[in-house]
């Protein structure tokens, strides 16, 4: 694998770590992705590794057997290894445990090799029995004690794939959370987004029901205005009529005292001519008795 291209610094680590609890910058997917890229390549690895052992021919029963040998002494090393990481740590009751399971599953394996050995051609039997570990990809042999597995199962390439497969599981629970947590914020987001525009609906409504009864009454308003102006024209139009029929009244009386002031200048006039006439007749008359009178 080589060494790593990319900068260690526990600065960065801690400046990093701190900063992602407010803002979320995706670096957990681009380090998930790069851990899995070298998942992918081992597991490449690990089919071809299979494929070169399955060329080899077998009984189908042997197979099974040597299958079952095989991870019986997976288990074995894998439990003797984390029995002397317990022992380093000082959990020795632990560790005791541990090599107490060892020491079953040892013999559960030996019987198990004890019946392949004795159903086995002899020139088989001197073969090696190879097999490819899950993890890492290297060749196993059935036949490798203890120790030896001990030392691969607690080697740095084994442990190395098993930290990166480790991280790689924490980190997909990580962006899950947060993509759960993302989520809740868009939905949380969505519904006062939805409450903001119930609000902004039932706002919007209540100034339409305003502003219809503002208009309402704004109308209520305009037709009481022109009935009180159709009341008022029709009131001065009654007073004008009104006016006009005293006007009609006073002409009348007016029309009616010319005509008698007219009758009684008519009547003094013919009175006056009547007694200027009476008058003339008297002189006449006193004149002619004047005449009668000179002749005799």
Known sequence: MGDCPKVHSLALKADYEKASLKN???????????????????????????????????????????????????QVGQKVAKSELLGAEGKVDESLALLAEVEEIKARKKGLEDEYHSNIPRHAAQQQKLRACEVCGAFLSMYDNDRRLADHFGGKLHIGFVTIRDKMKQLEEVIAQKAEKRRVEREEYQREREKRRKRSRSKSSERSRVRSRSRSKEREKEKEHRRKSKDRERDRERERDRDREKERDRERVRDHGRRHREKDRDRDRGERDRDRDRDRDRKRDRHRSRSRSGSR
Request: glycine share 0%.
């Open 24 to 74: 979320d910058y995706h670096y957990d997917e681009e380090v998930l992705d790069y851990l899995r890229s070298f998942v992918k390549d081992n597991e490449r690895k690990i089919e071809a590794n299979k494929k070169r052992l399955e060329l080899a021919d077998e009984n189908p029963d042997m197979e099974v057997k040597s299958q079952l040998i095989h991870e019986l002494a997976v």
